[in-house]
C-alpha cells in the first residue's frame, strides 16, 4: 500500500516561519493529487486548513499556505502563533487512493 | 455552508456490522455537484485513517485494507450517505467523521467501540 510521509515532529519559535511536507512513496506529489492539509487540536475534530494545494477555507488564518515544493506538498507557516501548536495531516492521493501522512506534531516554542 | 452530522450505535459487538449514517444540510442535493462524500476513522491517540468515499454519481472508493468489509451507500431523498463495516473486531474501535470533498467539511466525529 502506497506510504504518504510528514515529518513526525517540527519546532518553531513565535513569528517564526515553518514548512511541513508531504510526499507520496510512488512519486512527486501533483496538484492532481489534491492535496489536503488539516489541523487538529487535542480532543477535537480535524478541521480543515488548504484543500487543492493552496485554497484556502474561511476560516484559515492568512499566515496558512500551500504550494507544491520540491516534489510534495508543502503547508508553510508564516508568523507562527502559540494557538498554531497542534498535529497536522495531510491526506492526498497516492497510488490511487485517498491516504493519509502519519501527521506532524507542530510545536512553538 | 454545508453540515454535516454523523449518527449511528456508539457500541458494536465483535463479528457484527457497524452501521453509521451521515445527515448533510446547508448544502443542495447530495446527489448533484462536483462534490465526494467520504469517511474517516482515528483510534484514541492515533492517527487519520481514510475509509472510503462515495462520488455524487454513486462510483464508490474504498481504502485497500479495508475493502472487503465496507460498503459506502447515497441516499439523496433523505440527504444521507452511509456507512456499513463488517465482521468488526476491537481494532475497528475509533471515532468515525464524515467529510465532504471538497472542500473538506468535516462532521463532528462519532465514537464508536466495539465490544461484548
Known amino acids: 500500500q502506497a506510504v504518504v510521509s510528514q515529518e513526525p515532529s517540527l519546532t518553531v519559535s513565535p513569528g517564526g516561519t515553518v514548512t511541513l511536507t508531504c510526499g507520496c512513496s510512488?512519486?512527486?506529489?501533483?496538484?492532481?493529487?489534491?492535496p489536503y492539509w488539516f489541523q487538529q487540536m487535542p480532543g477535537q475534530a480535524p478541521k480543515t486548513l488548504i484543500y487543492d494545494t493552496s485554497k484556502k477555507q474561511s476560516w484559515t488564518p492568512a499566515r496558512f499556505s500551500g504550494s507544491l515544493l520540491g516534489g510534495k506538498a508543502a503547508l508553510t507557516l508564516s508568523g507562527a502563533q502559540p494557538e498554531d501548536e497542534a498535529d497536522y495531516y495531510c491526506?492526498?492521493?497516492?497510488?490511487?487512493?485517498?491516504?493519509f501522512g502519519g501527521g506532524t506534531r507542530l510545536t512553538v516554542l | 455552508q454545508v453540515q454535516l452530522q454523523e449518527s449511528g450505535p456508539g457500541l458494536v459487538k465483535p463479528s457484527q456490522t457497524l452501521s453509521l449514517t451521515c445527515s448533510v444540510s446547508?448544502?443542495?442535493?447530495?446527489?448533484?455537484?462536483?462534490?465526494?462524500w467520504g469517511w474517516i476513522r482515528q483510534p484514541a491517540g492515533k492517527g487519520l485513517e481514510w475509509i472510503g468515499r462515495?462520488?455524487?454519481?454513486?462510483?464508490?472508493f474504498y481504502n485497500p485494507s479495508l475493502k472487503s468489509r465496507v460498503s459506502i451507500s447515497l441516499d439523496a431523498s433523505k440527504s444521507q450517505f452511509s456507512l456499513e463495516l463488517s465482521s468488526v473486531t476491537a481494532a475497528d474501535t475509533a471515532v468515525y467523521y464524515c467529510i465532504r470533498e471538497p472542500p473538506g467539511s468535516w462532521g463532528q466525529g462519532i465514537q464508536v467501540t466495539v465490544s461484548s
Open positions: 446547508g448544502g443542495g442535493s447530495i446527489s448533484s455537484g462536483n462534490y465526494y
Open positions: 491526506f492526498i492521493l497516492c497510488s490511487g487512493g485517498r491516504v
Open positions: 462515495i462520488y455524487t454519481n454513486g462510483a464508490t
Open positions: 510512488t512519486g512527486a506529489v501533483t496538484s492532481g493529487q489534491f
